[in-house]
């Protein structure tokens, strides 16, 4: 056989400026033995175990017993060992120098030098735990060195690649102002694992799960202070700061590695975060977002099932068990103003977007409202919490929903949510008076109407006994209306509904009498106004801003 001792002009040298921080890419020793350039060698690994999953930097040819001092570490070195010492003791000595290098295995032909490796090399390897592998034929070092070479330039040319995407995606949202929750949307996505944003106290703000199952969430804040640094589980932690100014902390769980490196990934995600942060330094608070965020998914259907709600509640620390819940609907209130009553009743509530008013406080705003089982919402408690609502310009309302028990956990959450959905139908469907509480059992007939809504018999109805009202003039059309609206909610009593139309008692009557002839009725009927109170509800769940009821 020919001699392979190392030639310094043509000796396989890793190149110098050459970062490596991919998760994957690098191909361990197993998948080196498994080359074919390598297994025509017929390899035999003597000491291998799980020092076989480690990665191979580089590959280095030598038969030098000096070539340690050469060595980086995480080098593979394939050699025929034909320079090496006889001595044992200097066999040994050897061995551990290339243990102190940072050598990731040593491949040896046999046949040049060896018929067998001497004893002490394979006693010295194993107690050190460094792979040893013995070719049995002759094989083209060349040809391995080409082929891991290559393998490991252009895996580090495709992280090149990918960092580059990552930078120019996440870049990308910085600049645009893409929220939070979509910036964490995205890195879930990008690393197809679960990602946490969380606030320095350890709560969830944005959960993105990614298909994962939802219990991964379950006692996040206490499991999270144990979390620290990058963990052994595959996690990954990088803080969202900038100058000096920390805001958050992103968490990616364990998952399939990615070119560019996870920790790579976090970073750009982090680092989008931090940039619009300093550009918006009064926006909305990111933990009420991830609250409103998750608030919006549930009205929205987008959810997998009761556990997963219950834990990304639970999350939100909204804990079911041991709580009576609520699903409320607030008008004239702020979010900030609701999470700040419902902890003075020793609760905690989450915020939606209010409906049909954008990002602005108007409108009917979702609640869920948890508060202690022994608490009782209802009467004083509940006007208390309307109260602590008021500011000097408004007078808020709610609608409430039905109580629910939270000591169910899971099986609570369809009633919870059917809770919220009452609320909300409550408030769509009623002309509910300023500076009130309005609870959904009290309400039976607006309760018949959301429930059929959607009903054409209803709105044909509506529409057939209101229509000579609802032809007439714009001003005429709004007096009729609301004479009518207060007779049926005061029906017997023409005074009380008088002084509901907020007219006088003989302009109220006039209006009747014009409303009994426009419509062929008689308003002294239960019966018609029973039909009377019944259309006046669906239109009112039906119409326009300005006009009259649309189908």
């Known amino acids: 056989?020919?001699?392979?001792?190392?030639?310094?002009?043509?000796?396989?040298?890793?190149?110098?400026?050459?970062?490596?921080?991919?998760?994957?890419?690098?191909?361990?020793?197993?998948?080196?033995?498994?080359?074919?350039?390598?297994?025509?060698?017929?390899?035999?690994?003597?000491?291998?175990?799980?020092?076989?999953?480690?990665?191979?930097?580089?590959?280095?040819?030598?038969?030098?017993?000096?070539?340690?001092?050469?060595?980086?570490?995480?080098?593979?070195?394939?050699?025929?060992?034909?320079?090496?010492?006889?001595?044992?003791?200097?066999?040994?000595?050897?061995v551990y120098e290339f243990v102190r290098a940072g050598l990731v295995g040593i491949v040896i032909e046999l046949g040049a030098h060896y018929r067998y490796l001497p004893a002490v090399v394979v006693e010295a390897a194993a107690g050190a735990g460094l792979p040893l592998i013995a070719l049995h034929r002759e094989i083209k070092f060349v040809s391995v060195t080409e082929e891991v070479h290559r393998r490991i330039i252009d895996d580090q040319t495709a992280a090149l690649r990918a960092r580059d995407e990552v930078?120019?995606?996440?870049?990308?949202?910085?600049?645009?102002?893409?929220?939070?929750?979509?910036?964490?949307?995205?890195?879930?996505?990008?690393?197809?694992?679960?990602?946490?944003?969380?606030?320095?106290?350890?709560?969830?703000?944005?959960?993105?799960?990614?298909?994962?199952?939802?219990?991964?969430?379950?006692?996040?804040?206490?499991?999270?202070?144990?979390?620290?640094?990058?963990?052994?589980?595959?996690?990954?932690?990088?803080?969202?700061?900038?100058?000096?100014?920390?805001?958050?902390?992103?968490?990616?769980?364990?998952?399939?590695?990615?070119?560019?490196?996870?920790?790579?990934?976090?970073?750009?995600?982090?680092?989008?975060?931090?940039?619009?942060?300093?550009?918006?330094?009064?926006?909305?608070?990111?933990?009420?977002?991830?609250?409103?965020?998750?608030?919006d998914a549930l009205l929205g259907g987008r959810y997998g099932s009761a556990d997963e709600v219950t834990a990304l509640l639970g999350a939100a620390r909204l804990d079911l068990p041991g709580a009576a819940l609520f699903g409320l609907a607030a008008d004239g209130a702020t979010a900030a103003d609701v999470e700040a009553a419902a902890i003075e009743l020793g609760g905690r509530a989450l915020c939606g977007t209010p409906r049909g008013a954008g990002e602005r406080a108007e409108g009917w705003m979702p609640v869920l409202l948890a508060v202690p089982a022994p608490t009782t919402f209802a009467g004083g408690a509940a006007e208390r919490f309307r109260a602590r609502l008021r500011g000097e310009e408004r007078d808020p309302r709610l609608a409430v929903g039905p109580r629910v028990d939270g000591g169910a956990g899971a099986a609570a959450v369809p009633r919870l949510l059917d809770s919220l959905e009452q609320a909300l139908d409550l408030a769509d469907v009623g002309d509910l008076p300023e500076g009130a509480v309005h609870w959904v059992v009290r309400h039976p007939l607006l309760r018949f109407v959301s429930s059929l809504r959607g009903d054409h018999r209803l709105l044909e109805h509506s529409e057939d006994l209101l229509a000579p009202v609802l032809a007439a003039p714009p001003a005429r059309r709004r007096d009729l209306l609301a004479a009518l609206g207060a007779i049926v909610a005061h029906p017997g009593n023409r005074t009380a509904a008088a002084a509901a139309a907020h007219v006088s008692r003989s302009v109220f009557y006039q209006r009747l009498d014009l409303a009994e002839r426009v419509l062929g009725v008689d308003l002294d009927d239960g019966e018609v106004l029973a039909a009377l109170h019944l259309a006046l509800v669906v239109h009112r769940a039906h119409r326009s801003p300005d006009g009259p009821a649309t189908r």
């Open 1 to 94: 056989m020919a001699d392979r001792r190392e030639d310094e002009r043509s000796r396989t040298d890793r190149p110098d400026a050459v970062e490596v921080t991919v998760d994957r890419g690098l191909p361990t020793l197993a998948e080196v033995l498994d080359s074919p350039a390598l297994a025509v060698g017929a390899p035999e690994v003597l000491v291998g175990g799980a020092a076989l999953s480690v990665p191979v930097r580089w590959v280095h040819v030598s038969d030098s017993p000096g070539v340690a001092r050469l060595l980086e570490g995480g080098e593979l070195l394939l050699t025929t060992a034909s320079a090496w010492p006889s001595e044992p003791v200097d066999l040994r000595a050897l």
């Open 167 to 295: 930078r120019t995606l996440f870049t990308s949202l910085a600049l645009r102002g893409a929220p939070a929750d979509y910036v964490v949307e995205r890195l879930a996505h990008t690393l197809r694992a679960p990602v946490v944003l969380e606030s320095l106290a350890h709560e969830v703000i944005v959960a993105e799960l990614a298909d994962a199952d939802p219990a991964v969430l379950h006692d996040w804040q206490e499991r999270s202070r144990r979390f620290g640094d990058d963990g052994d589980d595959g996690r990954s932690v990088v803080p969202v700061e900038a100058r000096g100014i920390r805001w958050a902390t992103l968490v990616a769980l364990a998952g399939p590695g990615h070119p560019a490196g996870r920790r790579a990934v976090l970073e750009q995600g982090a680092t989008a975060l931090a940039l619009g942060r300093l550009a918006d330094p009064e926006g909305e608070d990111w933990a009420r977002l991830g609250r409103r965020r998750l608030m």
